[in-house]
C-alpha cells in the first residue's frame, strides 16, 4: 500500500468513526481520482453527453458524503462504492433520456461493443444495466467483480482486496462473467 493509499484509508476510518475534519482533509487526496473515475466513466459515453464529467463527480461526491452508516474499509472500497455510484447516476440519465427521446426501445449489445466507441451509448449503457441485474440474481459476486473492473476501472487486485477474494478467483470470476454478460446481450440477435 503507498503512502497516499494509507493516508486515504486511514482518513477514511476516521471519517466513518465521526471525525468531520477527516471529510475536509480526504477531499483533496481523493478528488482527482474521483475525476479520473468519471473520465473513465464519461469516455464510454457518446459523444455530445449533456451530463460533464464535473456533474458527475459532484453528483457522485454528493451521494457519497450523504451516506449514512458507510464504514469505510479502505481506499479500494471508497472507489468500488464510487463506481457504483457513478453507474447509477450515468444510468438513470440515459434511461432518462432514451426512453424520453425515443419513446423506449434499448437495444441489446455485445459487451465487447459496450467496451468500445459507439454512437449509441445510452441504449448501450442501460443494455449492459439490465444484463447486469440479471446477473446479479444469479450470481451478485461476479456482478459486483464486473462493475469494480469494467466501470469502477479497478485492477485484479483491487477488486479482489474489497471483495476478500483472491486474485486468481477474481480472474476466473471475471472470465465466467464476461461470458455470460456476452451470451447475454446477444441472446436475441
Known sequence: MTQDSHEVTQLLIQWSN?????????????????????????SRERPGHTLQTTALVNEAYMRLVNRKGVHWQNRAHFFAI???LMRSILVDHA???TYAKRGG??????LDDAMAVS????????????A???????????????????FGGLTIEETAEVL??????????????????????????
Do not use: C
Not at 475534519?21 to 466513466?41: G, T
Not at 426501445?105 to 455485445?110: E, Q, R, S, V
Not at 445510452?122 to 444495466?129: I, K, N, S, Y
Open 95 to 97: 434511461r432518462s433520456h
Open 82 to 84: 464510487a463506481a457504483q
Open 132 to 150: 447486469l441485474k440479471r446477473l446479479a440474481e444469479i450470481d451478485p459476486q461476479q456482478s459486483r467483480i464486473v462493475e469494480m473492473k469494467f
Open 119 to 130: 454512437q449509441q451509448r445510452a441504449a448501450d449503457v442501460v443494455a449492459l444495466d439490465d
Open 164 to 189: 476478500g477474494l483472491s486474485p486468481a478467483t477474481i480472474k476466473r470470476e471475471w472470465s465466467t462473467a464476461k461470458a455470460w454478460l456476452y451470451h447475454e446481450l446477444n441472446r436475441n440477435e
Open 105 to 110: 426501445g434499448a437495444h441489446k449489445i455485445a
Open 18 to 42: 465521526g471525525d468531520k475534519a477527516a471529510l475536509d482533509k480526504l477531499m483533496p487526496l481523493i478528488y482527482s481520482e474521483l475525476r479520473q473515475l468519471a473520465r473513465h466513466y464519461m
